[in-house]
Every structure is written in C-alpha cells, then in structure tokens.
C-alpha cells in the first residue's frame, strides 16, 4: 500500500511539473471595429475564436482580443503581424496593399449572393488565394469572413438604373477600382475620408456614397441620404491573418486547432453581419429611407456598365488567368446551387 501511494504521489508530482513546465503560447488577436459584438462582425468572429481557442488548447494557448483599434488602424496591426509584434488580426479593405491580388474580389458585381461567395473563398480558389498571400507576403490567411456587399445611398433621386448614377458626386475610398467603377457610369467620384463623409453629405459636398448596411447604420448616414439602392456592387472580404512565424512554432495539434477555430469563427462573423444586416433594413424603414430593390435585369445592367473598366485595371496589377478563374469559380459555384432544384 505504501509502495502504491508513493508511486501515484510520484506520478501526481511529475504530471504537475509537466504543466507547470508546459509553455503557455500568448496571441494577441486585433482588430479595428467596435468592441460591441451585437454590432460588431470582427468582435464577435474574434471572441468566438479566442474562446473555442482557449478552451481547446487547454490553457497552452492564450487568446486576448484587442478591439476597437487599441492595437492600431488596420495598416498598422497588419504591419505589426508581418512584423511579429502582432500574432494576428482580422482586416479588409487594407489587405490588398499588402497583396495587390485581394483586390480581385472588388470586381463589381462578381458575387450574386453571399452563399456564392462563401462557396468561392472557401472552396479551391479561396485555398489558392491564400497560399499566395504566404508565398508573396510571409503571412498566413487562415479564414475568410465577411465584410458584405456594398449599396448606394444619396440624396437626389432612387437609383434604379445605371444613368441614374450620371453626374452624381459620390464619396468613394481613395482606390483605383472604386474610382474606375463611378468613372464609367458618369458619376464623379470624391474621395473623402470615411470620419468626414457624414459632414460632406450633410453639406452638399457629395450627394452620396456607397457602404455595407451596417456602415449605413453606425455613420447614421440615413439622416442625410434618404435613397438606399440595394444593388450589392461590391462584396468585401475579411481575412483573418496570423505570423507565419508564430504559426509555426506551435506544435501541430495547436496548429490544428487554431486553423480551425479561425475558419469556424469566420462563419460566426458571417452570421452576426447576416443578421445586423437584416436588422438594419427595418432601422433604415423605420427612418423613412426610400429603399430600391434592382430586378434582375436591371442589375445586369450595373455590371455590364460597371465591370469592364475595373476588370480592366485589375488585370494591370496581377496574372489576367486569375480574374477568369475566379469567374469561372462563381459560375460554377452557381451552377452547383441551382441543380438542387432538379
């Protein structure tokens, strides 16, 4: 008997120096939008993440979201994960300055819906993509989420069609494809910073702009523009990124698990912005907006008027063959949908 506890205090005694010896993996997560998950895609995806990481690592890894830009604008915390002063970040609209190719999913009118895309970024195109981001930047794309399809707002007329949008000032991000795509249906594109665009409306300064239903809502840009098109010109990505460096010094079963945990996450984001979004239609009614649905053909329309001149200028940042696989990869995605209802 003596023999028998003796061996288990020996064997209790070398389990507890194990785990005290166990190194503890820290990895700050950030992120740049609100800290409101009820309001907030990233902080939602990112305490999803940070709690099933946690949990399933046992301890060996330890999670802390850093919101609401208190680790830096997304150029910043971008810069810091390649860097390695940052673990890892979910950003967007920044990613392409890193990897010119991102900007392959602002072509206007690429995406119909949200499940197609979901289908694309997850499937063998989307697995290309990020094998490309770490062989060009030296950082990992573990998982896509979702920013969402972009809209028109403005305070003229409804626009229904593309001639709608002629000789309309709209405030656009200071980027090339944004610039192009108002360009070629005679509008004029007026690049304002997104702190100022609710002021520039509000003043005449531009008569419009073009944002996510959520980015509608926070700016409360329905207080100035009262026509809302729901044309989903552009669908935004967000990646989630990590330092290669970091990833692999994990062992593999946490590699495993943050690799998973990240593209689970990414679907909780994408859940929380289907819902802020369905919300936020009622808000917009509520607040007297003229919201415009485009049919079918009239959205056909807006991507022969607006397509070509982006694809134009995106096929001189990077391998033309890419900008038809991708389209191919929708196609397909759309086809594979509708044999369901055979």
């Known amino acids: 008997m003596k023999k028998l506890l003796t061996l288990v205090i020996m064997v209790a005694v070398a389990t507890g120096m194990a785990f005290a010896q166990a190194k503890v993996f820290e990895l700050k997560l950030a ?12 902080q939602a995806q990112a305490i999803a993440f940070a709690a099933m990481v946690n949990s399933r690592s ?3 890894i330890n999670v802390k979201v850093y919101g609401g830009g208190s680790l830096g604008a997304e150029r910043e915390y971008v810069e810091g994960i390649k860097a390695g002063t940052v673990e890892a970040g979910i950003a967007s609209g920044v990613i392409a300055n890193f990897f010119p190719t991102a900007a392959i999913t602002d072509i206007p009118y690429l995406f119909p819906t949200s499940q197609i ?11 290309k993509l990020r094998a490309m981001f770490l062989q060009q930047t030296g950082m990992r794309a573990l998982a896509f989420a979702e920013v ?33 795509m108002m360009k070629a249906v005679g509008a004029s594109p007026t690049p304002i910073a997104w702190t100022e665009t609710y002021t ?12 996510p239903i959520g980015s509608i809502l926070s700016g409360k840009i329905y207080e100035v523009n009262k026509y809302v098109s729901l044309d989903g010109h552009v669908y935004g990505v967000d990646w989630f990124i990590i330092n290669e460096k970091f990833f692999q010094s994990l062992p593999a079963d946490l590699q495993y698990i943050v690799l998973d945990c990240a593209q689970i996450s990414g679907t909780v984001g994408r859940g929380v912005l289907t819902y802020i979004n369905a919300a936020g239609l009622q808000t917009l009614i509520d607040n007297k907006v003229q919201i415009y649905s485009p049919s079918d053909a009239e959205m056909d329309a807006f991507k022969k008027a607006m397509q070509p001149a982006v694809i134009d200028y995106l096929k001189t940042r990077m391998d033309p063959k890419l900008i038809t696989e991708i389209q191919d990869a929708v196609a397909a995605a759309v086809a594979r949908q509708k044999s369901q209802l055979k």
């Open 31 to 42: 992120h740049a939008d609100s800290t409101d998950p009820t309001m907030s895609r990233k």
């Open 117 to 127: 895309a979901w289908n694309v970024m997850d499937g063998p195109f989307g697995d």
């Open 200 to 211: 520039a409306l509000q003043t005449g300064v531009v008569d419009g702009q073009e944002n």
């Open 148 to 180: 969402g399809f972009r809209h028109f707002t403005n305070s003229v007329r409804p626009i229904k069609t593309p001639a709608d949008l002629k000789g309309l000032k709209i405030r656009v991000q200071e980027t090339p494809v944004y610039i192009n």
């Open 58 to 60: 046992g301890g060996r």
